[in-house]
Structure formats: structure tokens, C-alpha cells
């Protein structure tokens, strides 16, 4: 039996630092220190050709326990719909009112950073509530 390997979970996206820094909100994530030789993230990207600046970045769980959240520049915009999607689980445990307020104040919150609410898919008998929404920069993903 193989031993669970440690993974990242990477987003193709136009603008790396923007995108990080939101996921760093909805999440709890944080940045993390830059490499070793550099004092700050400002010093590492002035080291940096100017064709690869800003062509990627990081957040990571600060308890360590969840995967690093990798953002990298790419040439071409988002083009169909995502084949993989987080889910951000706010309303484990609970059910009904409760479950759709607990969702409702989290996508609330989501909204005012710049996500987008798609829809409020309501609990059908076998399927609990759950909120699609988009990213800023149009990458799916739901409130759980």
C-alpha cells in the first residue's frame, strides 16, 4: 500500500499574485516567506528577467495540513468550463436554515472580495444546499 503524497492544486490564470491573494482570503491561507536568499517578494521579483516578473505565485495552509495553492501565468484566457473545482466546505455539519444561512453569510463575504454568485441550489432531498460561484478571474467553484 503507497504511503498519501503531498500535492498542489494549480490554476491557470492571468494575473498570479491578484488571483493567490484572493484564494489567501477565502481560504485562510497565507503567502509564504520568499526564497531564502531574498528579504521580501519585491527583492526576488526585481531578480527576476522581465519576461518571467509576476509569471507566478503561491499561498499555503499556515497549519500545513491543506495543499499549497500554485498560480501561474498563462497566455490564453479561461475557455470552458473547469473539469476540477474546489469546494469550500463551510457548512459541514449542518443542515437546512441553518446549512443555507451558514452558506449565504460565507458567499456574502466571497461576493465583496469580487467573486460571483452563480446560483443558490437548494436542498432537493438527497443533495444538501450549496452555492455555485466564479473567482475573479471566472474559475468555478462552490460554497459547501
Avoid at 24 to 31: A, N, P
Avoid at 67 to 77: A, C, H, M, S, T
Avoid at 94 to 118: M, P
Amino acid at each position: 500500500m503507497s504511503s498519501v503524497k503531498k500535492f498542489q492544486v494549480t490554476f491557470d490564470c492571468a494575473e498570479p499574485e491578484r488571483l493567490a491573494r484572493f484564494w489567501c482570503e477565502v481560504l485562510g491561507y497565507v503567502v509564504p516567506p520568499p526564497p531564502e536568499v531574498f528579504g521580501t517578494w519585491d527583492d526576488f521579483r526585481r531578480s527576476q528577467p522581465p519576461e518571467q516578473r509576476d509569471s507566478w505565485f503561491a499561498c499555503v495552509d499556515p497549519s500545513g495540513v491543506g495543499p499549497r495553492l500554485y498560480f501561474q501565468r498563462v497566455p490564453e484566457g479561461k475557455a470552458a468550463k473547469n473539469r476540477v473545482h474546489l469546494d469550500v466546505r463551510v457548512g459541514t455539519g449542518l443542515v437546512g436554515e441553518e446549512r443555507l444561512a451558514a452558506l449565504q453569510a460565507e458567499c456574502d463575504r466571497l461576493v465583496a472580495l469580487g467573486a460571483v454568485h452563480v446560483q443558490t441550489l437548494l436542498a432537493d432531498g438527497i443533495n444538501e444546499s450549496t452555492i455555485p460561484m466564479r473567482d475573479i478571474e471566472g474559475n468555478e467553484f462552490c460554497i459547501d
